[in-house]
């Protein structure tokens, strides 16, 4: 059992003792979905704008005549405030309006807490509900029934007794007005003073709730900067409130990790549509698929929606048709550190059993090792290219005539968007070759665009979390950790092989899915577990409707996936151990079984598609793996 779920059922059995339960509001029952309390203030701010279509520097004034009137005041209410603030009367009286209703509208029930409520409802327990607020009580209430607890006794407000937690005096009115001893109640609140301190002074049993994430297991702030700290905050606070027992592990990863950056990257990708007048929007198989998804929960009749089924191989194949030698192919292809033979035909459009006869007269067999990073220079598989020219060409032409086709059929034309994760712009830099003489004109968006990509200079691509000229560190750590962001974000569908004519129309060629078949069903439940938890973040965010369309920066809807691929936990690696990740036919195993010797080591390190749990679960010491692989990979050359 985890300590959670330990102190949870402590706390119920705590309650189960006292006669008399008293809880504290905010923070403890009820928290609100902001980072702080002037973020109240600029929701304010935003609907007087809306309203009167000039602004009045509102959230300064606010903060200004709070800081006033606490001078003189010490149980100064709403009321109050706006008596003082320094605003046209007409618009101090509809702010006042909004700040009541913004409160309410941003309220959520903290679970946690209301089990124990809940629990000390059912046992008939006299409850009693105690703030130190300055909203009025009619806000107050409205609040709780929307959050919906009810059964309670009374309700003491601060402001209304003139009395507060911190000095005592607030609970010996209750004491007092009930007849009570001490001994008798058990007070639940998160203030330090307020809650914990000073009722067990007095004699009261005391619970301190955490003023914390209990639910979210990703939540770090490391290695964020300053400014993106009030976003990460809000994120946590919406994973937070949306939170419905995702005790299942894989659907916890989705949930804190693919969720955020699904419903980050659908905001700015809108934005940027918006920003280039761009209506139609093309996502590319496989990775596509779930991110459309995402997209049209928060967009559905926003723009033109396409699926285009492609993989690099079905758009590197016909985009060959224009290059004739070895290296104008090659230089195209990002090839990873190692690839067999095999794999190298199959990044090149071709099958082992076509080109078999020549390829062992060139001393290649299908299990020959090859070294990606060099194949440009590779003179032997230079001379075998140029054996199978002819060949090649051939099925480079009649793919690229299929293409051109399936492209028709799409309406693949006039200012477009292509979505897809990302990296290199393998698949971008293809269409662009292929698309010279076709009125389009393509602007790529993605998770990230790394420095040393496939794309012409005139290319517009465009990353969420880092591009060419910002983030480029990040760049490095998506690497080390790509396969557990692949694989949580593949399509059920199996990849793209080409193309052909069925009865006059063009349809892709699907290969078999590699993980959802009986062969896979680890893979297949752990894939499907992921994207569920992505889900029901993106389902609940959706209701949201001040949260639902909000912009938030790529590096904090990365952040909770940084914090899981860099720093793993032996649990993940126990799950995440053996599982594949594709390439079409290219095979990446993330974490894999010792290697003999330390050359095995290093080729397996190369082939993990986790290169930063693979170091650390085979040197098993606490070191900074991501800082480590970014060192590697930028001294690759």
Request: glycine residues 6%; charged residues 30%; hydrophobic residues 35%.
């Amino acid at each position: 059992m985890d300590l959670i779920k330990e102190q949870e059922l402590k706390r119920m059995k705590d309650v189960s003792e006292y006669s008399v339960v008293t809880f504290d509001i905010f923070d403890t029952l009820i928290k609100r979905r902001c980072a702080e309390p002037k973020d109240v203030f600029e929701l304010v701010e935003n609907r007087l704008e809306l309203k009167y279509g000039k602004t009045f520097n509102f959230v300064d004034e606010r903060l200004r005549a709070k800081q006033r009137i606490k001078k003189y005041n010490k149980y100064y209410n709403l009321e109050d405030v706006y008596r003082i603030i320094e605003l046209p009367n007409d618009v101090a009286e509809t702010a006042k309006k909004y700040e009541r209703l913004v409160e309410i509208d941003i309220a959520y029930s903290n679970s946690n807490v209301v089990n124990l409520y809940k629990k000390a409802l059912y046992e008939n327990k006299t409850i009693f509900l105690i703030s130190d607020m300055y909203l009025d009580r009619d806000t107050i209430e409205k609040i709780l029934k929307k959050c919906e607890i009810f059964g309670y006794e009374r309700i003491y407000i601060s402001q209304e007794e003139k009395k507060d937690k911190v000095s005592g005096r607030l609970f010996q009115k209750v004491l007092m007005d009930y007849n009570l001893k001490p001994y008798e109640v058990i007070h639940i609140g998160d203030n330090n003073k307020g809650d914990f301190l000073r009722p067990r002074l007095m004699g009261f049993k005391t619970i301190k709730i955490e003023t914390g994430y209990v639910d979210i297991e990703y939540n770090n702030a490391h290695g964020l900067k300053k400014e993106y700290l009030k976003q990460y905050r809000l994120t946590q606070n919406l994973l937070q409130e949306h939170w419905n027992d995702n005790s299942n592990e894989w659907q916890k990863i989705g949930y804190e990790c693919l969720g955020p950056l699904m419903w980050g990257f659908s905001n700015w990708l809108a934005s940027q549509l918006q920003e280039r007048k761009i209506k139609k929007v093309f996502f590319l198989a496989r990775e596509g698929d779930i991110l459309k998804k995402a997209f049209e929960k928060l967009y559905p009749n926003d723009y033109v929606l396409n699926y285009l089924y492609v993989s690099r191989k079905s758009i590197m194949v016909p985009s060959f048709a224009q290059k004739r030698s070895f290296k104008q192919i090659t230089s195209k292809i990002s090839f990873p550190k190692y690839v067999s033979f095999v794999e190298f035909l199959d990044y090149i459009g071709l099958s082992y059993k076509d080109v078999s006869e020549q390829a062992s007269k060139h001393g290649f067999n299908e299990k020959t090792n090859i070294e990606g990073w060099k194949i440009e220079n590779n003179e032997s598989l230079e001379a075998f290219f140029n054996d199978v020219e002819s060949v090649a060409h051939d099925t480079y032409k009649k793919q690229e005539c299929l293409f051109n086709r399936y492209l028709d059929a799409n309406d693949f034309n006039g200012n477009v968007a292509i979505v897809d994760i990302g990296w290199n712009g393998t698949m971008q830099s293809a269409l662009e070759d292929l698309c010279k003489n076709r009125n389009v004109t393509i602007n790529g968006f993605y998770f990230g665009v790394n420095s040393k990509n496939k794309l012409s200079p005139n290319s517009k691509a465009y990353g969420y979390i880092y591009d060419q000229k910002r983030n480029s560190d990040y760049q490095y750590y998506i690497m080390g950790m790509s396969g557990p962001l692949e694989i949580m974000t593949t399509a059920k569908h199996g990849t793209t092989t080409g193309y052909m004519d069925f009865r006059g129309k063009v349809e892709p060629i699907l290969g078999d899915s590699e993980y959802f078949s009986s062969k896979y069903r680890r893979e297949t439940c752990a894939i499907e577990e992921m994207q569920n938890g992505a889900f029901n973040f993106m389902n609940a965010i959706c209701k949201d409707k001040y949260y639902a369309r909000m912009i938030i920066d790529g590096i904090v809807a990365f952040q909770n996936f940084y914090i899981f691929g860099k720093s793993p936990l032996k649990k993940h690696i126990n799950m995440f151990y053996g599982m594949k990740e594709y390439d079409s036919k290219v095979e990446m195993t993330m974490l894999t079984k010792d290697f003999k010797g330390i050359k095995e080591c290093i080729r397996g390190f190369w082939k993990s598609s986790w290169k930063i749990a693979y170091m650390k679960e085979k040197i098993k010491l606490n070191l900074p793996y991501d800082k480590i692989y970014k060192m590697i990979r930028k001294r690759r050359k």
